[in-house]
């Protein structure tokens, strides 16, 4: 069963190209988001951890730590690197968890629990271990994401839902429809008009269950 949304996520001590070390303590107060991949050196996510290395500055400056998880072991992820920073120009300065016995893709859902590596295995037998999941400091799952093998993954919208996730919690909001930063938000129905007044001053009512607002300060 797939991990659900606000489940903490499984504390696991895993072995990555820099280090082994427990999740919840490598989370520690952070936001954080977890990449995974069927296989090493594969090329669709090669590019998408070029993308991640890229947007360093985006992931510090939103106090967000990034990991990344394979299925293949320490030493292909330290020659894999090389091959990221290639394609992406940029150091991937992220940890890479060595899930070569699948205990963190069958923990977080990806994989059944009866799932194994085959001998001569392709990313076909992994498939599905293609997924974003972003986790509050609290270590709970505040969303997912599953892409298939040959569509790569929109950084773009990976940001995007963080910068609303992340506005959502500080300011106790919501976010409408194609949301970005600086966008109206959704004042939720369970806040009730004088304190909405208090809260937020002027609001819009589009609907009697549907309130925009713009964001305090």
Known sequence: MSLRINETIPD????????????????????????????????????????????????????????????????????????????????????IIADSDLAVSKAFGMLPAEAYLPDGRTPNDTATVRAVFIIGPDKTLKLSMTYPMNVGRNFAEVLRALDGLQTATTHTVATPANWNVGDDVVIPATVSEEDAREKFGQYQTVLPYLRMTKLPG
């Open 12 to 95: 696991l001590t895993v072995e990555t190209d820099l280090g082994t070390f427990s999740l919840h303590e490598w989370i520690g107060d952070s936001w954080a988001i977890v990449f995974s991949h069927p296989k090493d050196f594969t090329p669709v996510c090669t590019t998408e951890f070029g993308a991640v290395a890229q947007l360093k500055d985006e992931w510090d400056k939103r106090g967000v730590k990034v990991i990344g998880v394979s299925v293949d072991g320490v030493e292909e992820h330290k020659g894999w690197k090389k091959d990221i920073k290639t394609a992406g120009g940029a150091d991937p300065e992220f940890p």
